[in-house]
């Protein structure tokens, strides 16, 4: 079993989500694809935002988004769309 689990790890990313609203994350894949993009922000030499003495980049890239330290956004909002 993985921990945190997929369900903590979505519950973390939709904290800040009021009733009603359209949860940001919805699947599994929106966590994978987070900390993916965070691992390779890591390797690139991104500073950990978590104790990390020998951890790999993936491992701290979970662990970040579990302890509330990195953020998801919507896709409205990542400024990646705009042009």
Known sequence: M???SYT????V?????NEGETP??????SIVMATAKRARE??????ALVYSDGKK??????EELD???IKILAE?????DEE
């Open 2 to 4: 993985l921990h945190p």
């Open 8 to 11: 903590d790890l979505m519950k």
């Open 13 to 17: 990313a939709n904290s800040e989500v």
């Open 24 to 29: 940001v994350v919805n699947s599994r894949y």
């Open 42 to 47: 890591l390797i690139d030499g991104a500073p």
């Open 57 to 62: 980049p993936l491992s701290i890239a979970v």
């Open 67 to 69: 302890k509330g330290k």
């Open 76 to 80: 409205d909002e990542s400024g990646e």
